[in-house]
């Protein structure tokens, strides 16, 4: 059984910095695609960052130069560290991930608050 359990989420001081990862589990290849979306209340789930297996990363224009993602093959555990954040970076953050056969995963969420 896949699941795809998220922690680290919580209220931040504009500024602040928060790491936020992942652990997916019931893959037994392993996965491809890792990364983080999120969903600001009222609107569309939105790409933050992804990583393939090998290392390649992708970002967002909002969030280049701020956050960073990694990853852990062993551990299947994708991590997002969040720097200089501000009030639009308030958000549920989902952990995603696909198989080498493209099937797609979705974790439950961590809500990140940015406020004073």
């Known amino acids: 059984q896949v699941q795809l359990v998220e922690s680290g989420g919580g209220l931040v001081q504009p500024g602040g910095s928060l790491n936020i990862s992942c652990v997916a589990t019931?893959?037994?290849?392993?996965?491809?695609?890792m990364g983080w979306y999120r969903r600001v209340s009222g609107k569309q789930r939105e790409l933050v960052a992804t990583v393939g297996f090998g290392g390649r990363t992708a970002y967002a224009d909002p969030v280049k130069g701020r956050f960073t993602i990694s990853r852990d093959n062993p551990k299947s555990m994708v991590y997002l560290q969040m720097n200089a954040l501000n009030f639009e970076d308030t958000a549920v953050y989902y952990c995603?991930?696909?198989?080498?056969?493209?099937?797609?995963?979705w974790g439950q969420g961590t809500q990140v608050t940015v406020s004073s």
């Open positions: 019931g893959s037994p290849f392993g996965w491809d695609d």
């Open positions: 995603y991930a696909s198989t080498f056969t493209r099937r797609e995963y």
